[in-house]
């Protein structure tokens, strides 16, 4: 890797080579030099950075170091830090900030880590390409007109332009992975249950799940280690003893069993990016490990019931921001003297109606008049009209009808089965094998606005990692090299593991990139 890990520093902090303060001063350069053009950040934290940075160093002089001291880390936008912004990437949330610290930001504090700044990512962290975000596009450190992926891509352009050690994201259908992938940088998504929500703005709160980006299995072990297990004020938090992520690197894969999922090396799949996989897979042969092809037969349903369950998911979760609690409001006038338009407009079709002698017309414009909005209703509307972007516009109104009356059982329950039976194929398969090896995306990154008309186009980016989400698998993705069309532009290598399973993913990615 082209910058140095935060072992790598922790190693030169030891020796007394460098200071926490100078690690952040040269992160902060980089910012200063490149943010301009990557948009990676929405916000800096400049001087609380530097601050905190001689507070450790001071703790360290008194022979008082903390494990993490002088870990630089970006924080998706969707992941509260008190006092500081917490945008979601959208006009909704704009100017609010956070409350209270999420439980990964307080045990990443008390470790010693230091918080350089939030990163951009699409809005409400829906989307593949980092194309939603109300803060414009994100562009790939490796070739500026390609997107970073999404909806992490903040995080993993951070990452992958040395503004910071490593960087959080969270992942409800690949939001670590893919933009890991497309910047080539190191990206763990955990097991469901491993890592504390709370904090996590939710999207779809069965999904979601808070990962590092990194540039080594070894940092994405480090911060594993101090952001997992049970946390009381989030109840899907598994009481799940934590393993020591660090030493379980380095242990090779000799013996080890992997799979090939048949699935994800299909029809669709890019001829390099399948190459490149496959290489790895001969290496990691080479290393000792046995390679057998396997099933996973219902992932052709992955994308359509991830689609349905998110989308239903989010339109609750995003019911929240009415422009009365939180964020962003409409105006009152405007929506009061909208109202009174409306109303006039509507008694004037009605006498024109009734001269006219229009009797279905004059029934129907009666009932729109008595049915007219409330003055708080017509605020709601016109918040959420003017508060939230197309992509979330979209994703509320099928997750509402995939709930609604009627479609529910056809939809939202239907795809509740589905998510059972990919669940049940991957635990089938795990009694065969310890870890699967798939590419962690079809295609190699794409051009900002390639896809951006064509949501259907977009989902479908995220055919091999939205299965890892619905069955609440651990997934890490590695980078193994850069693609030969679009030339530079990184290609991942995706393990998916059984349940809680972190630490073997970690060491085989750790042999992948030896
Ligand atoms: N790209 C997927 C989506 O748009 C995944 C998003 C995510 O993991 N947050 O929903």
């Known amino acids: 890797m082209e910058y140095p890990t935060f072992a790598d520093a922790r190693r030169a902090l030891d020796a007394g080579e460098t200071s926490c303060e100078a690690l952040v001063s040269s992160f902060l350069k980089r910012i200063d030099a490149r ?40 924080v998706k936008d969707n992941i509260c830090i008190r006092g500081y912004p917490v945008s979601c990437g959208s006009k909704m ?15 990443l504090r008390d470790a010693g880590a230091i918080f350089i700044g939030k990163t951009n990512c ?33 995080s993993a352009a951070a990452v992958a332009a040395g503004m910071c050690h490593a960087a959080l994201g969270s992942d409800t259908g690949g939001s670590v992975r893919q933009p890991a992938a497309f910047c080539g940088t190191v990206g763990l998504k955990p097991t469901y249950g491993r890592v504390s929500r709370s904090g996590l703005v939710a999207f779809a709160s069965s999904l979601d799940a808070i ?19 049970e946390d009381e004020r989030d109840s899907t938090s598994a009481p799940v003893n934590v393993p020591d992520y660090p030493t379980a690197l380095g242990d090779g894969v000799e013996g080890l069993r992997l799979g090939l999922p048949t699935e994800y090396f299909a029809e669709g799949l890019d001829d390099d990016i399948r190459r490149m996989v496959t290489e790895q897979v001969d ?13 996973l037969p219902h992932t052709e349903y992955g994308v359509a019931t991830y689609y349905l369950i998110a989308t239903a998911e989010a339109s609750s979760n995003l019911a929240r921001y009415d422009g009365i609690r939180y964020g962003y409001r409409a105006d009152l006038q405007e929506t009061k003297q909208a109202l009174q338009e409306r109303r006039e407009e509507l008694k004037a079709e009605l006498a024109t109606a009734r001269t006219q002698g229009e009797e279905a017309r004059v029934d129907t414009l009666e009932a729109q008049l008595d049915d007219e909005q409330s003055t708080l209703d017509a605020l709601y509307t016109r918040t959420r009209t003017e508060g939230f972007g197309d992509e979330v516009k979209r994703r509320i109104m099928l997750g509402t009808y995939a709930l609604s009356a009627g479609y529910h059982d056809k939809y939202y329950e239907k795809a509740q089965r589905v998510r059972t039976l990919i669940r049940h194929d991957f635990e089938q398969t795990f009694e065969e094998v310890d870890a699967l090896v798939t590419p962690t995306t079809p295609t190699p990154p794409f051009q900002i606005g390639e896809k951006a008309d064509d949501p259907l186009e977009m989902y479908l980016n995220d055919i091999y990692t939205v299965t890892a989400n619905l069955a609440g698998l651990p997934g890490l993705t590695v980078p193994i ?20 399973d972190e630490a073997l993913l970690l060491r085989v990615g750790e042999t992948i990139m030896e």
């Open 211 to 229: 990962g590092p980006l990194t540039r080594s299995p070894e940092d994405a072990a480090i911060i594993l280690n101090i952001i997992a297990g």
């Open 283 to 295: 290496r990691l042969e080479d290393a000792g490990a046995t390679v057998k092809e396997v099933s």
């Open 481 to 500: 090299g850069t693609h030969p069309d679009p030339p530079n532009l990184p290609v991942g290598l995706q393990l998916l593991g059984s349940h809680f």
């Open 122 to 154: 699409d809005e409400f962290a829906m989307g593949s390409s980092n194309e939603t975000s109300h803060f414009g596009p994100v562009h790939n450190p490796h070739a500026p007109e390609y997107v970073p992926g999404g909806s992490s891509g903040g």
């Open 93 to 107: 949330l704009a100017d609010f900030s956070s409350l209270y610290d999420a439980t990964v930001i307080d045990r």
């Open 35 to 74: 943010n301009d053009e990557i948009n990676a950040f929405t916000s800096v934290d400049q001087d609380g950075a530097l601050n905190h940075a001689r507070y450790l160093d001071s703790q360290r002089e008194r022979g008082n170091p903390r494990p993490l001291a002088g870990l630089v880390l970006a």
